[in-house]
C-alpha cells in the first residue's frame, strides 16, 4: 500500500533506540526525510550513518526535550535542512513510574518537562512551518495508562494524562489548517529499558519478555515496529481524515477504548 510518504518532511524526537528508532527506520522506507534527535552523539552519528548507506536522506541532531529550547532548535533546523516540515512524531520520554509518596517536587518537574512541554515546544515550532506547506501531522506516543491510571504509577500517568489533553485540543484547533494530531498509546513493549528491567530483577531478557507478555491478551509484548507501522499511517494519505485520536497498541491490555 502507497502511503504516500516519499519527498515528506519528518522530524522525531528519542529516534535512536526503542520505538524510536522504528519510526525512523520505517519513515525512511516509506521514502520520508527524517531528521531525528536524542541526547547521546555517538548513537547519533551511528544510527544516521548507517542509514545514510542504504540511501535514506537523514539528519541527526543532539537535543535534549528536557531543555528548553531543544525543541525549537530541532524542529527548525529540521525544516532549515530539508526546506520544509510535514511529520512531528514526539516520542521522547521514559516511564519512571512509582508510589506517590515517593516522587520529590524535581522529578515531577522533569517528566512534566519531557512529556508535556517538549510536545508544546515541538508543536510551537512545527505548525508555522506546516501552515506553508498546507497541513502536516503532529503525532505523540503516550501509554494506556494514561487513559487507565493506577497505583505507584506516578508521574507518568499523569503527564501523559496532560499530553493526551494537549493533543485532543490542538486536533481542534488545527483542523482548519490541515495539521492532524493525533496519539499512538502503548502497552509493554520490548525496549532496552525492558531489557534493563529484566537485568535489576537478575532475569534473563528472553525470560523476562515472556513473564510480561502473560499479563497481555495476546500473550506477548509488542515489537517497536508493530508501533512504528500504527505511526506511519497515521502520517500517511491514507489517515486524511483521521485527527484527534488515541489509538492503543498493546496486545489488548488495556480495559478501555
Given at each position: 500500500m502507497e502511503l504516500g510518504l516519499k519527498g515528506k518532511v519528518a522530524a522525531v524526537t528519542g529516534g535512536t533506540e526503542g520505538i524510536g528508532e522504528s519510526v525512523v527506520r520505517r519513515l525512511v522506507a516509506e521514502g520520508a526525510k527524517v531528521a531525528f534527535c536524542a541526547r547521546r552523539k555517538e548513537l547519533i552519528d551511528a544510527f544516521a550513518s548507517e542509514l545514510k548507506k542504504q540511501g535514506g536522506d537523514v539528519l541527526g541532531i543532539v537535543a535534549d526535550a528536557s531543555k528548553e529550547g531543544d525543541m525549537e532548535r530541532f524542529i527548525d533546523d529540521t525544516a532549515k535542512h530539508f526546506g520544509r516540515l510535514d511529520i512531528v512524531v514526539n516520542n521522547a520520554g521514559g516511564s519512571g513510574q512509582m508510589a506517590f509518596d515517593k516522587v520529590e517536587d524535581n522529578f515531577w518537574d522533569l517528566d512534566i518537562e519531557i512529556k508535556v512541554m517538549a510536545q508544546v515546544r515541538t508543536a510551537r515550532a512545527a505548525i508555522?512551518?506546516?501552515?506553508?506547506?498546507?497541513?502536516g501531522r503532529i503525532i505523540s506516543l503516550n501509554m494506556v495508562g494514561a487513559k487507565q491510571p493506577g497505583a505507584a504509577m506516578f508521574p507518568t500517568t499523569v503527564s501523559r494524562a496532560a499530553g493526551l489533553a494537549l493533543s485532543k485540543g490542538l486536533s481542534k484547533e488545527l483542523a482548519a489548517d490541515n495539521i492532524l494530531v493525533n496519539v499512538v498509546a502503548v502497552g509493554k513493549i520490548k525496549s532496552k529499558q525492558q531489557e534493563r528491567g529484566a537485568a535489576r530483577?537478575?532475569?534473563?531478557?528472553?525470560?523476562?519478555?515472556?513473564d510480561t507478555g502473560k499479563s497481555v491478551p495476546m500473550k506477548r509484548m509488542g515489537e517497536s515496529a508493530e508501533v512504528a507501522n500504527v505511526v506511519a499511517f497515521l502520517a500517511s494519505d491514507a489517515a486524511s481524515y483521521v485527527t484527534g485520536c488515541c489509538i492503543n497498541v498493546d496486545g489488548g491490555l488495556s480495559g478501555v477504548l
Open positions: 508555522p512551518h506546516m501552515k506553508k506547506v498546507g497541513g530483577n537478575n532475569k534473563t531478557v528472553e525470560q523476562h519478555y515472556a
